[in-house]
C-alpha cells in the first residue's frame, strides 16, 4: 500500500518528529495524513490541508495513551504517494483531493489541497509528487 512519503523540500529543511496524541479508538497507518481537532490526530478530510504526517503505524486505543510520532507538513515539503485514478502531465500544476483513506489522493481537481508537480501518468493508478498547499 502506497502513502505519503516525504522526497524533499525546497529549504532543504530535515524536519523533526512531533508527538501527539490519536483521537481515542482511532489508529494511524504510516504516511496518513492527519489533522488535529480538540488537540488529538485524527484522518484528514479529502479537502482538508493535513497538518501532520505520521511516520510509523499506531493500533487504536480505547483511551489514547501513547503519543504518535508525525512530522508537520509545510508548503515547502514535497511528497511522493498514489492516486486512484489517472493522473496526466496535463494535471500538473493543479491541486487534487485526498482519498478517504488518508494515504492516496484522486484526480479530483475541485477542492483540491494536494498540488502535483510529477506524474508518472500511469492508468488506474499513478505514482505522483507534489505539494499541500492551502
Known sequence: M???KRVGSISGDQDPF???LLTDNEGATLGEALSQTS?????CAATGVP???AV???TAEATSVTP???????????FSTQSMATVADTVIGTKVTLHTDGLLVTATSSSG???ISATDGATTTSNVKGYFRR
Do not use: S
Open 2 to 4: 502506497c502513502a505519503f
Open 18 to 20: 512531533e508527538y501527539y
Open 39 to 43: 488537540g488529538r490526530l485524527t484522518k
Open 51 to 53: 497538518e501532520f504526517i
Open 56 to 58: 510509523c503505524d499506531r
Open 68 to 78: 504518535l510520532a508525525v512530522v508537520r507538513v509545510k508548503e515547502t515539503t514535497e
Open 113 to 115: 489541497v494536494f498540488e
